[in-house]
């Protein structure tokens, strides 16, 4: 495999890898944006390990995988025909499609949601409602229609009621959290755990509602599925082997994405401590793999994506007449999962550094 850099104008982060399996022989290219340009262990399930465990090979496929910053960025680029595959929340693909991009779920990935309102918990807040007249920072000034609707529930209004500043992730938020500039922070999983790596402890807020939700899919243009369906099956059956793999083998996982992406192992000496830590952002997003309520790899529940459809209906976002079942398809599910279980769990059992 490679690991190169590559730019894609200003919409792409200049420090965007691109992961590609190593051709052997005539192979279909085709491309991932997992939309952060922090690629951090949390993300090894479409990033490094389906490249480097051969599975996207093994299909005949040589995937490039490259961050963006934010969903809009990366629906930009999906609808542009410069990625052909995209993980995004729900939420921002039911919006792109009442606004006519001609994009749709092909495979839920995070059954829970990513999104987190977390507030320091020195702070003593137990409540939403407790946040009322805050500042709260988050990585990317953009909408935030699950901390919207969870604030809604609490009777505070998100636009109103909270002055909301952009941190970036990683030490810049940190400091803004340290020294009280913000009393809470809007994000995801993953970058959340990199700041409990590095000492804060998060009190996590969260509406009733909470386990209606889901967190992200996997998107493609519909012409892309009426056009050229195997090849979103092979693109999805490697995630959901990689997937498996990482759940069997949290440890083999973490080290594997260190070698494709260097950059995200942290410094230090101590391989015990630094793979803990790792493990703890690893867990924060591979946990909303697991499957629960279905025994297949990629299936979306019908509750799920009516909820959310309901909830940005409830908030002007969307259309009344937009149909849900319109913005996500299950038809590729049984040919995903038509793969051995048992012999991934068998390779991760037996994986050595």
Do not use: C
């Amino acid at each position: 495999m490679t690991v190169m850099m590559r730019k894609f104008g200003s919409v792409v982060a200049a420090a965007a890898f691109v992961i590609g399996a190593a051709a052997a022989g005539a192979q279909t290219k085709t491309s991932f944006g997992p939309t952060t340009t922090d690629i951090s262990t949390g993300h090894a399930g479409h990033s490094s390990l389906p490249a480097v465990l051969g599975y996207w090979k093994e299909e005949g496929i040589e995937v490039n995988v490259f961050g963006m910053n934010g969903g809009a960025a990366g629906l930009q680029l999906l609808s542009a025909g410069n990625v052909d595959f995209l993980s995004i929340t729900g939420e921002e693909l039911l919006i792109a499609r009442s606004k006519g991009t001609p994009v749709k779920g092909v495979y839920m990935h995070a059954r829970t949601p990513i999104s987190r309102i977390a507030v320091p918990k020195s702070l003593g807040i137990s409540s939403l409602k407790d946040l009322k007249g805050k500042t709260l920072g988050t990585p990317i000034m953009q909408p935030n229609q699950f901390a919207a609707a969870a604030f809604k529930e609490a009777g505070v209004d998100y636009a109103k009621d909270l002055k909301i500043v952009g941190t970036g992730v990683g030490a810049p938020a940190l400091l803004a959290l340290q020294r009280g500039d913000i009393s809470g922070w809007l994000s995801w999983d993953t970058a959340v755990a990199t700041l409990e790596n590095r000492g804060m402890e998060f009190v996590f807020l969260k509406p009733s509602y909470y386990g209606e939700l889901f967190g992200n899919v996997v998107a493609t243009r519909e012409e892309m599925i009426a056009k050229n369906p195997e090849l979103v099956v092979k693109v999805a059956r490697g995630i959901a082997k990689a997937v498996h793999f990482g759940l069997a083998n949290p440890e083999a996982a973490i080290k594997i994405h260190w070698k494709a992406y260097p950059q995200s192992k942290p410094q230090g000496t101590n391989e015990a401590e630094l793979l803990r830590d790792a493990k703890r952002i690893f867990e924060s997003r591979f946990a909303s793999y697991k499957l629960e309520g279905t025994s297949k790899y990629g299936e979306s529940f019908a509750a799920q994506w009516k909820r959310v459809t309901d909830q940005l209906k409830e908030q002007g976002l969307l259309p009344a007449t937009v149909d849900p079942a319109s913005a996500y398809t299950n038809e590729f599910v049984e040919a995903i999962n038509k793969w051995d279980r048992a012999a991934v769990e068998k390779q991760a059992a037996a994986w050595k550094d």
